[in-house]
């Protein structure tokens, strides 16, 4: 079954018993991973029992079917209890192996697909949708709004108060990516202790001091030259970024935000103007002029596959374990060279 967006928190909260897989998926990779934790830590709170999870690839279902099915009915004598079978990086070639593991029953076990952008007519996608025993999630890029929206229920969590401005510019320093924001605005508790100290509020000033923008501006800087198509630039801007302690993900995350951005102004109707569209969906951080100049510069059929080189890098810095950089710099100067 589908989960209609209105629904996904609800059914997260609390996933129907019959329900015994999750498909996630969409460009929104972080999104599909902090949805992917939250179903297992609710069969599994320790995400470090290797008993009661079991981590899979897409790549080693496909190579060994029967794998999925071995682990989902397989009972620790160590850790008793449910366990969690935790599919990533899956795509079409393996949509029978699930079908199959949920016909034949997985007993108290749960799987959680994740993968990265399927199509309406994607195998895996229309057999899951299809299943009596099976939900998917459409996780799609977040907004400003969204990331905003994210922040403040993060800081109110902690019991931190911040404005709505200041919430902003700590998103736009982070990037696209929902679980780096996260993973830093999480740090505020160790810098406001965990005592009931009153007020605990974040201030403009505090958080330029705690985030700071470094990498906002090397990120944007990076972008602007991307989208200019400024090969040598987008080369000189990394290399510093590097030396600098740059973090690679971000920029490409920021750089994908802003090729979607740019993709959704190019498609805009005649009564829309493409920059205040490109604004809504996340161009942050560059002039109006530098925005028009980079909408000259591309094409639609360019702006997809450079989106889809910046997916597979954004992806690839999260799961290989290989190094960012130079996963990040291939990947960046190949987008910039698609710019007309």
């Not at 015994?20 to 470090?48: C, H, M, Q, T, Y």
């Not at 509020?201 to 990076?222: C, H, Q």
Request: aromatic share 4%; hydrophobic share 45%; with cysteine.
């Amino acid at each position: 079954m589908k989960v209609p967006g209105r629904d996904v928190e609800r059914f997260v909260a609390a996933p129907p018993a019959a329900v015994k897989a999750v498909l996630l998926f969409g460009e929104n990779a972080g999104l599909s991973r902090e949805i992917a934790e939250r179903l297992a830590r609710r069969i599994v709170p320790d995400l470090g029992s290797k008993d009661r999870l079991v981590e899979l690839t897409g790549d080693q279902l496909r190579k060994d079917p029967a794998r999925l099915l071995d682990e989902a009915s397989q009972i620790s004598m160590f850790a008793p209890g449910p366990k969690v079978v935790w599919v990533k990086d899956a795509t079409d070639s393996v949509s029978e192996t699930i079908v199959s593991a949920l016909d034949t029953g997985v007993g108290d076990s749960f799987i959680i697909i994740e993968s990265g952008e399927l199509t309406a007519r994607s195998a895996l996608r229309t057999a899951l949708e299809g299943h009596n025993k099976a939900a998917v999630i459409a996780n799609y890029e977040d907004t400003p709004e969204t990331l905003v929206g994210l922040a403040d229920d993060i800081v109110r969590a902690l019991r931190i108060t911040a404005a709505k401005d200041v919430l902003s510019s700590i998103v736009a320093s982070t990037g696209s990516d929902r679980r780096i924001l996260r993973k830093e605005l999480e740090k505020l508790e160790v810098f406001f202790g965990t005592q009931d100290a009153s007020p605990r509020e974040l201030t403009a000033s505090l958080a330029t001091e705690l985030f700071g923008n470094s990498g906002s501006v090397e990120a944007n800087d990076v972008v602007a030259a991307l989208g200019l198509g400024d090969v040598v630039g987008v080369a000189t801007l990394l290399e510093k970024a590097e030396e600098t302690g740059g973090q690679p993900g971000q920029i490409v995350s920021t750089a994908l935000r802003t090729l979607h951005a740019l993709l959704a102004a190019s498609a805009t109707g005649s009564g829309d103007d493409p920059l205040t569209v490109a604004r809504s969906r996340g161009l942050w951080g560059q002039p109006d002029t530098v925005i028009r100049a980079m909408l000259r510069c591309w094409a639609k059929d360019k702006l997809l596959v450079a989106t889809r080189l910046l997916a597979q890098a954004e992806a690839d810095t999260r799961t290989t374990g290989l190094p960012e950089w130079p996963i990040a710099a291939r990947a960046l100067l190949h987008a910039t060279r698609l710019a007309n």
